[in-house]
């Protein structure tokens, strides 16, 4: 097992660049499934998910080419693809739903074993099974398997959703480009992502109206064509290095970032003390103060993000003040709160309420990762802890997080990765060995 070892106490500074975004590119690859031929997707990040992701698309049929030094994954889609993405590649995540709406559209049937990934909450798939029904798909269950059927194609459809969810805004979206007729998805989903999404969509020669806002119109084509797409810059990755340098008093520059994608997220940084600077292609983030708390409430873009609840909850631990986080998304992304309280945090939690006071002076522990963005909160914590904490489960991190080590390294943190041998393990020592 591997572990990252934290040494508290470094201000990071220095400069960053950072890659394509998580949760678009998963969906660009599913995306490339409508056509057959060669697309090819640039800026994509080398991280666990997208070797999932290329793996569920191979035993689809396609061709997958990854040039990790690069960025750039070319994809080859047959004429005749496959139709079931099996369980022990779904079981590790859930983003491979992504699949469905694609499949369905395009060869009018789809087995998908019913999802793990992360967990932070129940994450249904209600939405995403009413609106394909509403476009002529019918589900059924067998032996955990969800089985979608649309043998007479799909036919447009017009659907509000419940909630704005992105999943199921992204499903939907890529079953209308190739069904019969005009779809209307009202209450989508308007991440940045999302947009990149139907961007690549009209690029391989879709109809789409409304991007962005929450009702996107779609007139279906009867064939599309494959592309060549830069995946939108991952702003979550953008706004963890930006509370990383507010929480270690540091200056960081975030090349290859999207301001505007964060502009609730930095304007709670500025609140907490920190100076925001835009830039050409980026922005710089740095404090010169002892942080103050700030009070945060989840929502669905433009809201702020649940994906970086975590991150803000370790800076209000040392900030100055009393804090609540409000978390309206994910009823399970509490669950890091029981690590961060092991290196001295002061958090209560009240339903889905986190009240934090600070400032507390962390101390280096043992803690695991739960998810991938508590996982990246715990290292920020372990950057301000006194002493080691050595972070466990550290395979959640890599799904979402490259080279994470090596960058905090180049910024002037003491971090390793290394390897707990068996013996510790069965001895029950959960402090690393160097190997
Ligand atoms: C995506 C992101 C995730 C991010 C989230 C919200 C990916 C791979 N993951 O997840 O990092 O935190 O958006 O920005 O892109 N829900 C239902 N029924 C449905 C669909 C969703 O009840 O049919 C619920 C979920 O349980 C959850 C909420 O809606 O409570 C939000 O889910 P959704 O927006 O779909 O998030 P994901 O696409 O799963």
Redesign the pocket.
């Known amino acids: 097992m591997e572990v990252f070892e934290v040494h508290g106490g470094a201000r990071l500074c220095g400069r960053v660049a950072v890659a394509g975004a998580?949760?678009s590119v998963?969906k660009l690859m599913a995306a490339t499934l409508l056509a057959p031929g060669e697309s090819t997707i640039t800026g994509v990040p080398d991280i666990l998910d997208v070797h999932i992701m290329a793996e569920l698309l191979r035993r689809l049929g396609a061709q997958v080419t990854f040039r990790a030094d690069i960025g750039e994954l070319t994809i080859d889609v047959p004429e005749h693809i496959g139709h079931q993405a099996d369980y022990d590649l779904v079981r590790q995540m859930?983003?491979s739903i992504a699949i469905l709406g694609p499949l369905v559209a395009r060869v009018g049937v789809a087995d998908v074993a019913l999802p793990g990934g992360d967990a932070i909450?129940?994450?249904?798939?209600?939405?995403?099974m009413a609106g394909l029904e509403a476009m002529g798909a019918s589900f059924t269950s067998d032996h955990g398997y969800l089985i979608a059927a649309a043998p007479k194609g799909l036919h447009g459809a017009a659907m509000v959703l419940d909630?704005p969810?992105?999943?199921?805004t992204e499903n939907l979206l890529m079953a209308a480009v190739l069904a019969h007729g005009q779809s209307v998805i009202d209450n989508a989903?308007r991440?940045p992502?999302i947009v990149d999404l139907g961007e690549m969509l009209i690029a391989m020669g879709a109809q789409i109206e409304g991007l962005g806002t929450s009702t996107i119109a779609v007139t279906g084509v009867s064939v599309l064509h494959p592309v060549v797409h830069a995946t939108v810059p991952d702003r979550i990755v953008a706004g963890t290095w930006a509370v990383m340098a507010a929480l270690t008093g540091g200056d960081i520059t975030i090349d290859h970032a999207e301001a505007s994608h964060l502009e609730i997220a930095l304007d709670k940084l500025t609140d907490a003390g920190a100076y925001v600077e835009h830039q050409q292609g980026g922005f710089r983030v740095r404090m010169d103060r002892a942080p103050k708390a700030v009070d945060v409430a989840t929502f669905?873009y433009p809201g702020f993000?649940?994906?970086l609840q975590p991150q803000f909850i370790t800076l209000n631990a040392v900030a100055a003040g009393a804090s609540m986080v409000t978390e309206n998304?994910?009823e399970a992304r509490f669950r890091f709160v029981q690590e961060l309280l092991r290196l001295g945090a002061d958090v209560r939690i009240d339903g889905h309420h986190a009240f934090v006071q600070g400032p507390r002076r962390l101390a280096g522990a043992a803690v695991q990762a739960t998810d991938v963005r508590a996982g990246v909160a715990l290292v920020m914590a372990g950057l301000v802890a006194e002493g080691v904490t050595t972070v466990s489960d550290i395979h959640h991190i890599d799904r979402g997080y490259a080279g994470l080590a090596a960058t905090l390294t180049d910024l002037g943190a003491s971090i390793e990765r290394v390897t707990l041998t068996d013996v510790d393990l069965r001895a029950g020592n959960r402090q690393p060995v160097h190997l």
Request: proline share 7%; glycine share 12%.
């Open positions: 998580k949760n998963l859930r983003a909450g129940s994450r249904g798939l209600d939405m995403h909630f969810s992105v999943g199921a989903a991440e992502e669905p993000p649940t994906d998304l994910f």
